[in-house]
């Protein structure tokens, strides 16, 4: 039994295992993350009305158990939408879990794929039981296991002298805030109290995934799991509570900018600076407004400087403005200001064929603003969706 | 001068006459719509926090004016974002419209088109003063003069003994609810205060345009005008203003589903029908859910029984529901109820097949409900709006 511990940009203690239960078509679609010393935890949960088993079954560990053994998740099958039976096998899973690793705390519980199919459980418990033979894998590995349409592994280290931080993530449509958004497992062998954990984990997503869009859509499966078992010895507190705080907000951005890079059919990461406002709210509605836009994200991809888009867009708010101190910036260049300004269209132009895009829309009131980040439309976005069943 | 009068199933005393200004390629961009007594009137405008300039001047008509003698219009440029000038322009077209037909009584002014140019509001007024020699024209070529990235003309009339009702409207993309969407107007030869209009027209309006959404943009420029103005000498009171209301109703509805129709890129109409739930705003806000998912769109543009993504899209309200209780149906196919439900797919793949489609969700709680009207969302979407300059 291989782990971690021998490649010391890792956290300590942690295991990655995965195999194959044929799920997905000649892939190992089965992961086991173990923790030899049970971990403190915390998770954010999507808000969807129609929560996967797993999401239920995860909220119930949650509710039951102050440390958890690790996460087993699958891909290929959300076990969404599968009733009374769907929730026995998410138990399932945890059980083989832990019998698998010997381990006498729960698992927090993942599935992500085709909603309203029930998993063949059987065939997911034996492969439960045949991923700790091969706990030698590695982060990126562990990452491919999880995805889906995805078309690269997400995973990010971040090392310290005294302990280390790892993340994968998942995801490339469906993928829209109010909640978690995908799946996202982060663990780190600092010691830190569940309540710190959970407070530390809002407060990053908040400022991360909660900001980003591919599409609008809400998953029923997202979920995102923080673990810590404290291996490496170093207490969260004081100066070095601040330093992880920072590095965990950065590890989930990083994460979720790959995320959005890899948004289904995207050719541009487009960023939303919504700024000048006297309310924090109102920044967001128009950020996401715009952000959200279809008229916008095509113009964005046909590298079309359509300012009149993102005011119309803007203006979806209903909310009052002056017009005269309303400003829209493409990149550095303003286009507009209470009218369209005088700018050279050939260099705005050069600006968006670059694959990544800033739209500024200053309201010209207050101080308060919000960053939203998304991408462009494609025809190729509308191919994928058209034909993949999700 | 010729008018409708010889042509009987259209309204008494309304002429419609075209011209170009040169903002539209070889086509005609300018449309006068006039009536030779002055009429009632009344308008539904767009909520936008940035309405274009001859919607603020439109609005100062209704404020100051209990009787306007038409509706001058123009396509090719939306005059918005223009600031101080652009409500000099649009002010400039009302002029010229009462001008050329010597009317002391002003018109209401529409635009549609590009935002963000100024209009060249010499060749409007110079097409505005030729629009009377071309009074003949026919309502088809009336619907076509207003046309931005229509692909058909939209227009209804309803022929009654006592009088008729004749409407017009353009749109294909930036439509959605929440405000009037698209430009509409609708003449009749009856006679009603502008009290009853109003009610009249909102009523109507609630229960149609505001019920569909091509891709959830709205436009800065949308309104509907509706002008009655009693040259058949019939007065809408007791049973004849409900006759009146239905056929209104009937005409808006007729309109919207053409505009849903030539929804950019479609290929099929999707009604959304939201049921089973105690509050109605509930049914509104699940069918809308449901009816804007780029998941959802995509999937009936493949002809894929989605369902999963239905329950995905509902769930992104955030309700409270009783899943056990949820249904799903395809047309008449129930595929949920609690859980997936033994269905022929090859069946519920045939009618998929065909150029409408019915979702039914079912909430299994209360008696409201709410029908929603959108269109798939296809490659050709993209493509369209990835190049046209709206």
Redesign the interface.
């Known amino acids: 039994m291989v782990n971690f511990e021998g490649k010391d940009e890792y956290p300590k203690k942690y295991f990655f295992g995965s195999s194959c239960a044929g799920l997905k078509k000649n892939a190992n679609d089965v992961l086991l993350i173990y923790s030899e010393e049970p971990a403190n935890f915390s998770c954010v949960f999507t ?5 996967a088993a797993p999401i239920i079954v995860s909220k119930r560990v949650m509710d039951s158990s102050n440390k958890v053994s690790g996460i087993v998740v699958n891909a290929g099958c ?1 076990n ?4 009374n ?2 929730i026995k096998d998410a138990e399932e899973m945890i059980k083989a879990a832990m019998e698998a690793t010997q381990s006498k705390t729960p698992f927090l519980v993942a599935s992500t794929g ?4 029930r998993l063949p459980v059987e065939k997911v418990k034996k492969a439960i039981k045949k991923a700790p033979s091969s706990f030698s894998i590695a982060g990126e590995e562990a990452a491919k296991v999880i995805m889906t349409t995805d078309s690269f592994p997400k995973y990010c280290i971040t090392k310290y002298s005294d302990y280390s931080i790892f993340g994968i993530s998942k995801g490339a ?2 993928i ?1 805030p ?1 909640m978690a958004t995908t799946l996202t497992f982060i663990v780190t062998d600092a010691a830190a109290t569940n309540e710190f954990l959970r407070k530390s984990l809002k407060k990053a997503v908040e400022k991360t995934y909660n900001r980003i869009s591919v ?6 499966n997202d979920c995102i799991f923080l673990l810590a078992n404290g291996a490496s010895g170093t207490e969260l507190t004081g100066e070095k509570a601040e330093r992880f705080q920072r590095s965990l907000e950065n590890s989930l951005m990083r994460l979720a900018l790959m995320v959005i890079k890899d948004g289904e059919g995207a050719t541009k990461i487009i960023r939303i600076i919504a700024k000048g406002f006297y309310r924090s709210d109102d920044a967001r509605a128009v950020a996401r407004a715009i952000g ?4 916008v994200k ?2 964005i ?2 590298e ?1 400087v ?4 993102v ?11 002056d ?2 101190k ?1 400003a829209i910036l493409f990149g550095d260049t303003k286009v ?1 200001k ?3 300004q005088r700018y050279d269209e050939s260099s705005v132009k050069k600006y968006l064929k670059g694959n990544e895009v800033v739209i500024t829309f200053d309201a010209g009131q207050g101080k308060e603003k919000f960053e939203y980040i998304t991408c462009d ?3 190729e ?3 994928i ?3 993949y ?2």
Chains 1, 2 share one sequence.
């Open positions: 808000k969807n009305s129609f929560p959300a969404a939408a599968t009733g039976a769907g085709v909603i309203g199919i449509g469906m829209s109010k599409d609008g859509d809400m998953s029923t959200d836009s279809l008229l095509t113009a991809h046909g079309d359509n300012w009149g888009r005011l119309a867009a803007a203006g979806k708010t209903c909310l009052p403005f017009v005269e309303v507009f209470g009218e369209v439309l494609s025809e976005y509308v191919k969706n058209a034909s069943r999700s």
